[in-house]
C-alpha cells in the first residue's frame, strides 16, 4: 500500500503561489494515478487536480484551470501541485491520494491518502 505525505501548504495573500509536494513511499509509484483534492470548511473533498498513470493524462477542476499545474517525478516517488494566482476560494486542506484506476472525480475510488496540508488565502 502507498504511503501518501504531503508538505509545502501555508498562508498567502491573494495572487500569490504555492507549491504542494506529495511524497510517497512503498512500490510502484508509476503505475498510480494521483489526485489532488481540496475540503473547504464544512464541505466535502472536490478534485482539484490528477495526473493518471501510466499515461500522464492531465485533469482540472474548472475553477484551477489556467493557474494550476499538476506534474509528477516518478524518479522520486513524488508529485507536486504547482499553484499560482491564489485566490481566497482556493483556501482548504489539500490532500493527495492515490489510485490504480485512471483519474476520477470520485473521492471513494481513491484508497490511499495523505494526511492533508492547509492551504490559507487571506486579504
Known amino acids: 500500500q502507498l504511503q501518501l505525505v504531503e508538505s509545502g501548504g501555508g498562508s498567502v495573500q491573494p495572487g500569490g503561489s504555492l507549491r504542494l509536494s506529495c511524497t510517497t513511499s512503498g512500490t510502484s509509484f508509476d503505475q498510480y494515478t494521483i489526485g489532488w483534492f481540496r475540503q473547504a470548511p464544512g464541505k466535502g473533498r472536490d478534485l482539484v487536480s490528477c495526473?493518471?498513470?501510466?499515461?500522464?493524462?492531465?485533469k482540472y477542476a474548472d475553477s484551477v484551470k489556467g493557474r494550476f499545474t499538476i506534474s509528477r517525478d516518478n524518479a522520486k516517488n513524488t508529485a507536486f501541485l504547482q499553484m499560482d494566482s491564489l485566490k481566497p476560494e482556493d483556501t482548504g486542506i489539500y490532500y493527495c491520494a492515490a489510485t490504480r484506476t485512471l483519474c476520477t472525480t470520485i473521492a471513494d475510488f481513491f484508497p490511499a491518502w495523505g494526511q492533508g496540508t492547509q492551504v490559507t488565502v487571506f486579504s
Open positions: 495526473v493518471s498513470a501510466p499515461a500522464g493524462s492531465l
